[in-house]
């Protein structure tokens, strides 16, 4: 930590359980408590996102940010940097997290060239890496925000400029850089805007080949240098671009595997994400889960009023319960953690809000996984779902499974049927009401 403490007055949180009144303590997150086989630290890989928690201030199409950052008062973009370094891992260690996510310009302010910008990410990576090593933070991910900066407008990957497009190569080469020399586990690819406004000036065949080309370079290169962790892909239908390519899970894995890059990249699922595409959380999740793509998440909340990316804090119990339910069918995450990409209200403005953010996400998270864990071990329910399923268990259900069946075989079992087909109830209602019963 440098010399300066930023959240003053606050100490370590800790789990009090949820009996608890101190609004600055887990009453659910217990970090050693195992749960279906692991502990919940284990599970989670909780990480902060530094661009809402330490970059963006709360601006919006309406107005400049509220928030006043202590540690962004240096003019000097170095020492600026360092400061937001230092208030970081503080908050990360109060929080006792062990991740955290950057974009290569939350870390320091982009240089007026790549030369610039280069020696500015070497300077700040040297002094992140002086605190990685004197403490138990890693990196989850990083990822180049190759989306703000007005030269990509119209795209980085799927620029139809080829100029941008190594403009961004170059940035995305720098990004992986930095991301390696702090060990990062994991790398990402939000596609913000690989996509199109309007498909009237868009060859959409053509930018798509040209994303993956620019994906398998950025992978080749990582892989030459070491790099032994996952990329990701992250799904989101549209904002800032009125379509995103990588649209949904089952968008983005049928992209992947068309390319032939389904084995070096998984999937990011984003709860909001989801939610924009018309999906849930949880259908989501079994997309990517179902193909052996479930890589990591991005932990927030949409609004039910509005159709845009809010990035609220998860607070919603029954949304993370069912999705933590596909969470452990899967096996948990390959490679990545559970990232909170959210951020604090506009009105927000004390320092300590981030914490009861942080917070509330982690209880939240923790409560949908001991709820999960009970949901699946209740013979109520797994007798329920299995039970659906076991015409196929036997049989011609299960000839049919092993593609021992050609539809003609299919016409004589149905004329062979001599019962009425009986209605078989879904039995939704009462799965509702378990999983409500765990809550
Ligand atoms: C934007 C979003 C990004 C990515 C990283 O909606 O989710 O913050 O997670 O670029
Ligand atoms: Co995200």
Same mark, same amino acid.
């Given at each position: ?6 959240f ?15 609004p600055l ?23 902060i996102a530094y661009w809402h928690s330490f970059c963006g201030q709360g601006s919006d199409p309406f107005g400049a940010g509220t928030q006043n950052f ?6 000097? =973009? ?13 908050f ?30 070497? @300077? ?43 403009? @961004? ?65 992250? =799904?989101?239908?549209?904002e =800032? ?29 984003e709860v909001n994400?989801?939610t924009l ?21 991005d932990a927030n909340r949409g609004d039910y009023q509005n159709g845009w990316d809010t990035d609220q804090f998860p607070n919603n ?23 909170f990409d959210a951020k604090i209200r506009r009105n927000s403005t004390d320092l300590e809000d981030l914490f009861h953010a942080h917070i509330g996400g982690a209880d939240t ?13 209740? =013979? ?42 009986? @209605? ?16």
């Open positions: 930590m440098g010399d300066k403490e930023y003053k007055g606050i100490l370590k949180i800790a789990f009090e359980g949820k009996a608890s009144d101190n303590a887990f009453k659910y997150y217990n970090p050693d408590q195992v749960v279906a086989g692991k502990t919940m630290r284990e599970h989670f890989k909780f990480a202590p540690w962004d008062q240096s003019n000097d =973009p170095v020492q600026a940097a360092k400061d937001k370094a230092d208030a970081a891992f503080e990360i260690s109060k929080m006792g997290f062990d991740y955290f996510c950057f974009h290569d310009y939350d870390l320091i302010q982009e240089g007026s060239s790549l030369v610039e910008s280069e020696k500015r990410l070497a @300077a700040i990576t040297d002094y992140i890496k002086t605190k990685q090593d004197a403490s138990s933070i890693k990196l989850l991910w990083g990822t180049a925000n190759c989306f703000s900066n007005p030269r990509y407008m119209n795209g980085a990957a799927t620029n139809p400029d080829f100029d941008v497009v190594a403009y @961004a190569g170059a940035q995305v080469k720098m990004a992986l850089d930095a991301t390696m020399k702090l060990n990062g586990e994991n790398y990402v690819f939000w596609g913000g805007r690989e996509g199109y406004i309007s498909l009237l000036n868009t060859d959409m065949g053509r930018e798509q080949d040209h994303m993956a080309r620019f994906l398998t370079m950025a992978k080749d290169y990582a892989r030459s240098q070491g790099f032994t962790g996952t990329f990701f892909i992250e =799904p989101k239908p549209m =800032p671009s009125k379509h995103q390519y990588d649209f949904d899970a089952a968008t983005s894995i049928g992209f992947l595997q068309k390319y032939g890059l389904q084995d070096d990249f998984k999937l990011n699922i994400h989801a595409a018309q999906h849930t959380f949880e259908h989501e999740l079994t997309v990517a889960a179902n193909d052996n793509m479930l890589g990591s998440i119990i029954e949304e993370t319960a069912r999705a933590m339910m596909v969470f452990l069918k899967a096996g948990g995450l390959q490679g990545g953690g559970v990232n998270f923790a409560r949908g996984l001991l709820v999960a864990d009970k949901v699946l071990n209740d =013979p109520a329910f797994s007798s329920i779902v299995n039970g659906r399923y076991a015409s196929f268990d036997s049989g011609n259900g299960s000839a049919f499974e092993q593609g021992k069946l050609s539809l003609s075989d299919l016409f004589d079992v149905a004329t062979s049927n001599t019962d009425a087909i009986k @209605a078989r109830s879904g039995k939704q209602e009462y799965l509702e009401n378990i999983l409500n019963n765990h809550i």
